[in-house]
């Protein structure tokens, strides 16, 4: 008998009741043809209100989250989430329909547009939109910025540069964005340089996406140097902004030549990542793209804060609505809460403790890249006698979140960690002596790693058989 | 401050370990030039009983809070059990990432693959993935699902879609070799029209994209529009703006759609001036390999033990690049988990009812205002909660403005979307409101008018 929860649907018994609501005291006369309506949902739950709570509360038992513990999980930016932004985004009096006037939701414009200007003053850019609901959905929305800014040129161009270490939803969405990728390899010091980038600079090239810090937690030191070349070239510089925490108040983006980048309002800004989402993905602009950018837009106006729903020059609309508002809501007060005495703050102790992971586990894991490290490190299995994999589940045994594993591709077993600031130095030593106990059950016992875990909710788990008969969903009267 | 835990003391031991004597030389990385903007817009570092109070002030600067709402159009006032907001505020549920390690994530994995289930019954279709950003960038989705599965490139769009998600749709494919054509609706019926759809499918049509409820608020007849897409071996995808209705008409699948998406914001999610919400995807099985977005699937540990991993990610970003089905990465995990907590609240009963009291809500209004002289109800029956009006003198945005004075927002006035329609509002109705507030709409709108 297993002891994990069974399925909602297991737990369902004919009559059993959550919820009570009043039927309408309007009178019973649909104006629907039957037909078109349904009867009773098959097989749909009926559990009364306290087996639901049962059933989550045991479902939350089995979820490893940052309230719990150390989350290392390199190029997510697994900060802490304020608790108070929590209320905040809950609060009754933002909770605006978003046809509402404009007249009675002045707050909230306000809210978007303060986050706005403050992102420009973080990053020098000239403007942003807080349209995109993602990382790759701002990717998405900066990619068409940049074709139609070409375009009105004259020529949108047909290809797009990309780093071997960049993050897959870069060639996608560049891809969806009508280009072709062309991937360039970073230099053995694992970054674009021109001698790197030269040879694939032709005529044909829109723009090169660059992420800085790269995924390697190293920065991109020619960045300003690149960003000429593409000028000179007439091409343009996207910067993949998910990295953004290492940079914080240190250096802003917009003075190192780049034309577009997104943030990740969920790794940067504290916004909690809710199991996958949901993000927010801002994209903001140099000057000459500005006109470009998705509508709506938030802006001043003469009697108060009034909105831009149509712009011919602009690509268009990427979403419903504004974009995710509560997510916004969230970041701004996390801004505020640091506040300009602070935010350069969470950029150095970020790279401080990345640096302090570095020094303390370099002599044990070979380091591939040994350029300077900012807010992540990542290190290989080379000569180790068990795989990244292996480790990465050997950590769940001692109740600490793996790093993320085999990503950037061009590291060997890539171990790429990422502590942020949020940890303290007693939560990264307790890391390091479990690293240290775990290499070393590597060279005395692998099989104990290639067993692992053990102690978790569930041991590993049959990926193969997920993907070759996919059960999406459960059916009564299958086995489940 | 209070989110940084490093005291300065441990700073310097953690400096002494790296080998520096200035945290500066951790950055020397960067050009010197370029280093520490002054950053002078930004605000100053609040405490957190500042903070409250700032945000106290936006929420003073909204006005909306007192009045009595009919706004929908894509976004929907429902009720939400208090057992929803309890259970998915909690720590567990909010702060993990996305279930990279399935042996420490069984607790996000099963209530995805719960919520996946519940809107596969909901919708009628075989699977349904774990959640897109909204229902426009959705439809938007079931646009290149289409065109990647059929092989060809042209794709109808109803008139009587949501004017947002055929804007949101434009974007997508603006750069794609993707046609879009408009397919014509009735005036009298305010349904899709057959013969033009018909006339316009060809053998080089991959889908026919339809909102119902459309964006008039009236149920189109599916089955018609599924038999005409079919002749021509097209994909008939319907797009659902308002879930709700899922619980009460008869659902895609069985109307014969290949397709449901669109937005669930109304499965527990709060109005939040329009966001966060919740993007859904049902198809069926055909396409599942197709899909874009995360799929949650059941599998065995090796002790043998039932458990759920990501699955079929051979589709995704972050194995196939830029030949993936979509670019998505994050998507609205969080949302999903929240709404199939609010079904499996709801239940089989508690659905029905909410849904039965939306549709008679509207169904009472659309019988007492026949006798209101200032406006016409355009479409009459065969709507689910929302209803179109036309307003007989002056312009909508008038009668909304007469309204709001009396603390009644009335409806959207439809030139929000399109400056042309000026005397037509569309007004939204749920189980939050009862008889005497739509008296009281009435009464309003007779003296307003």
Redesign the interface.
Known sequence: M?H??K???ELSREG????G?N???????????A????G????????S?VE??R???A??????????GF?P?GS?T?????K?N????????????????H??????L??MARLE??LV??T?MAGFTLAP?????G??TGM?VV?RYLQEKGD?RRVVLIPDSA???N?????????E?REIASSAKGTIGLAELRPHLTPDVAALMMTNPNTLG??E?D??AVAEALHANGSLLYMDGANLNA?L????PG??GVDVMHI?L?KTF?T?????????GPVGVAANLLPYL?VPRVRKGGSGYEVV?ADPRS?????????????I?RAL?Y????????????A??A???A??V???LQGLLDLPYK????HEVVFSDSGLPVKTLDI??RL?DYGV??F?IY?PLIVHGAMMIEPT?????ETLDDFIAVMKVILGEARENPELLRQA?TR????????T???RK?????RKGEL? | ??????TDA??E???R???IAD?RE??????SG????P????????S?PE??A????????????A?L?F?G???H?H?I?E?V???S????????????????????L?????Y???M???TGL???N??L?????AAAEAV?LAVRRSGRSRVLLAESLHP??A??I???V???AIELVPVAVEGASGRVSVSDLRSQLDDATAAFVFQSPNFLGV?EDGKAIAAAVHERKAFAVQVVAEAMSL?????PG?VGADMAVG?AQSFGL????????LGFMAVREEF?RQMPG??????????G?????L????R?????????T??????????A?RA??Y????????????A??C??????F??QAAALAGIRVVY?????NEVLVEVRKGSAADL?AAL?KKGI?AG?PLA?FDAGQKNRLLLAFS?LH??AA?DRLLAAIGEAS
Not at chain 1, 86 to 101: D, M, N, S, V
Not at chain 1, 249 to 252: A, M, N
Not at chain 1, 335 to 346: D, F, T
Not at chain 2, 343 to 354: K, N, R, S, T
């Open positions: 297993s994990l929860p399925l909602i649907f059993k009741i959550g919820c609501l039927e309408a005291d309007v009178p019973a006369e649909p104006a629907v043809d037909e078109l309506r349904r009773a949902i098959a097989d749909f739950p009926q559990v209100e639901i709570v059933h989550y509360m479902l939350a038992k089995l979820n490893y989250s940052v309230d719990a989350y999980l997510c697994m900060k802490y989430n304020p108070i929590e209320r905040l985004a809950a609060a009754e009096e933002l909770q605006a329909h978003p046809y509402a006037p007249d009675l939701v002045q707050g909230n306000e809210i200007e403050w003053e973080l020098g609901a993602a990382g790759a959905h990717e998405f068409l074709r949108p993050h897959g939803t060639p996608a969405s560049a891809h969806f964005a009508g280009y990728v190293i920065f030191s960045i300003m940079l108040g240190i250096v802003r003075d190192l990740n969920h504290s909690p990542h809710g199991g996958g989402g949901p993000g927010s998705p729903y690509i268009g609309r990427v979403k419903n609505f504004y974009g995710h508002f509560l997510v809501v007060a801004l505020m809460a640091l506040g300009r005495e602070n935010v350069g703050r969470v150095e102790d790279v401080l403790n640096n302090y570095r020094s303390q350029a300077p490290t900012l990465a589940k769940l979140h793996p993320t990503f600031e949020s940890e303290s130095k875990p978790t909710p569930v041991r590993r788990l049959d990926e058989q997920a993907a996919p059960v999406l969903r459960w489940h | 401050m209070r989110y940084l835990p490093l441990e700073r031991e953690m400096k370990a790296i080998g945290v951790l950055f020397t990385c960067i050009p370029q280093c520490r903007p950053l002078g817009k930004l605000p100053k570092a609040l957190e903070l409250l700032v945000f106290r002030e936006f929420g003073r600067r909204n006005g909306f809070a009045a709402s706004l159009a894509g976004a006032s009720f059990p057992v907001s309890y259970l505020s909690k720590g567990e549920f909010l702060t993990p990432y996305t279930p990279y390690q399935p042996e420490v994530s069984q607790g996000s099963q209530a995805i693959f719960e996946q289930t519940m596969a019954m909901l075989d699977v349904a774990a959640s950003y909204d229902g426009a960038s290149l947002e998600y804007a949101v434009r974007t997508y603006q750069n794609l149920v619980a009460y008409l008869t659902p069985e937005e709060p109005l939040g001036f329009g966001g966060p919400y599942m995360r799929l949650v699937g059941e599998t065995r540990d090796l002790d033990q039932r458990g759920y991993v699955t079929l990610s051979t995704e970003q972050h194995i196939k690049r830029e030949k993936a979509s670019n998505i990465c994050s998507n609205e995990a969080w949302c988990m199939g907590m079904l499996a609240v709801m239940g089989q009963a508690g659905l029905a009812c909410a039965r009291a549709h008679l809500n509207a169904a009472y659309v019988r009459a029956r065969n709507f689910f909304a709001k927002l959207v929000w189980e009862d008889r739509i």
